[in-house]
């Protein structure tokens, strides 16, 4: 049983063994000794056991204790078996393990009542050992200095366990004890976070919630628990599909701070900080479309139609049945995680003769923008480092019709580093300035490596 748990718990099948990250003894471990505190089948099993050895003890005249007590002829809190039999084996096992060194009934004692069921010598009621052996005066002046404190009652007496405070037996008490004595002890107590403070509280969950509120122009907010999130979730005035959208958004969001957590922790190639808000960008799109919120176009009409001035299209892919772009009277189109490449944005700017302001917010599948329009005044790529949009290639524009333009771009971090470990010279010097000069006629430029 032990084994299939293990399998279980280190996702093993047949034929196919992963690595375990951690010892098994160490998960098994207590949290306060630096495990997970599974614990073991074995504390379990004997935690189990004791649970009878305990009914036998407490006399609580059940059919256990009537059946052990004629058929082994034993006395009251006597543990020993006439014959062998399962009650011989289950206080051989007990004692085996009190030769290990755990005696796990040394725990379980009495507690005096009005005295009557209690052998005054012989059984272990007060202190931690019997009052029969030894010089009696000796004993009996011990005895006088033990029983100043003991004041009998009506109640009677009964076999109590001082592994809990309330003096109950209980299987998970002898489970800890055993687990604490056979398992590995960490000096370090295992740290546990709770869901409150990973989602909400921690820095990368405070960042990815501001990032999120810029993208979707709200006011940047944080949250200190998902109750406080949901209320203000309701309180925004917003379309009831579009706050699904945003609501899934988080969803993706916990889910990815998850997952980097865990493979910062497990996965030999570290993540990198800097592109979990590109994967959650991405994967919220993809969630959109499965979900049935993305939406392909694909009808003639569409792309050919002369009435449109102004367009703001998210979550959505362009397919134009005939391969080309009629939109003669649009001057301004706003794309919110669109699919599109360089080919596409081509149609769009020829098929647009009046188009003057473009705005591509996290689109994908471009790297590279070609501005053939001289009708485009103002350009806004943003929040697009996942479609990696190189700002080598960016030099390359055709721009001259700008008058503004805010572009993010994607800088690889592998690249733009020489061997030696030190940032490249030729990188800010030939391209960044490069760049400028292709756009030192526009008057409102704002760049940014997002």
């Not at 005895?143 to 009998?152: A, E, K, N």
Request: glycine share 6%; with cysteine.
């Amino acid at each position: 049983m032990e084994n299939l748990r293990r399998n279980f718990f280190n996702g093993n099948q047949e034929g196919d063994r992963k690595i375990a990250w951690v010892k098994w003894h160490t998960v098994l471990a207590s949290k306060q000794y630096g495990g997970l505190g599974l614990s073991s089948f074995f504390a379990l099993n004997r935690g189990l056991l004791a649970k009878w050895v305990w009914r036998f003890l407490s006399q609580d005249n059940s059919l256990w204790y009537r059946v052990i007590s004629t058929i082994h002829v034993l006395g009251s809190s006597t543990l020993s078996a006439a014959y062998p039999s399962i009650w011989s084996s289950i206080i051989n096992e007990f004692d085996s393990l009190k030769d290990q060194g755990v005696d796990v009934f040394s725990h379980c004692k009495i507690r005096i009542g009005n005295g009557v069921r209690t052998r005054f010598w012989k059984d272990c009621w007060i202190g931690e050992s019997r009052l029969q052996g030894g010089a009696e005066a000796q004993q009996f002046n011990h005895l006088s200095t033990l029983l100043d404190p003991v004041i009998l009652s009506n109640s009677e007496d009964r076999c109590v366990c001082d592994l809990s405070g309330d003096g109950e037996f209980r299987v998970k008490d002898v489970r800890n004890l055993l687990d604490e004595f056979f398992l590995l002890k960490a000096d370090v107590p295992t740290r546990w976070e709770d869901m409150t403070h990973v989602f909400f509280n921690c820095t990368l969950a405070k960042d990815l919630t501001r990032l999120i509120c810029r993208w979707w122009n709200l006011e940047a907010h944080s949250f200190s628990s998902y109750a406080e999130w949901l209320s203000w979730l309701n309180s925004l005035r917003h379309e009831s599909k579009l706050k699904e959208i945003l609501e899934g958004v988080f969803y993706v969001t916990w889910w990815s701070v998850w997952n980097f957590r865990n493979h910062m922790l497990f996965a030999s190639n570290k993540p990198r900080k800097e592109t979990i808000f590109d994967d959650i960008v991405l994967r919220s799109f993809n969630w959109c479309v499965a979900r049935g919120q993305g939406f392909t176009f694909e009808n003639e009409i569409f792309f050919n139609t002369s009435c449109i001035t102004r367009m703001i299209l998210s979550f959505c892919r362009f397919n134009p049945p005939n391969g080309a772009i009629s939109w003669e009277r649009l001057k301004c189109l706003c794309l919110c995680c669109v699919t599109l490449d360089e080919d596409m944005i081509e149609k769009i700017l020829s098929g647009s003769p009046c188009l003057e302001s473009l705005e591509l917010n996290i689109c994908f599948g471009y790297r590279w923008i070609d501005v053939t329009s001289k009708s485009v005044k103002k350009l806004f790529s943003k929040y697009n480092s996942y479609s990696k949009l190189v700002l080598r290639e960016l030099v390359f524009l055709d721009v001259s019709s700008l008058i503004k333009t805010v572009l993010d771009y994607y800088m690889d971090r592998e690249l733009d580093y020489s061997i030696d470990g030190r940032k490249s010279g030729i990188f800010d010097e030939e391209v960044f300035g490069g760049l400028l000069e292709s756009l030192g006629h526009v008057k409102d430029i704002t760049l940014g490596d997002y």
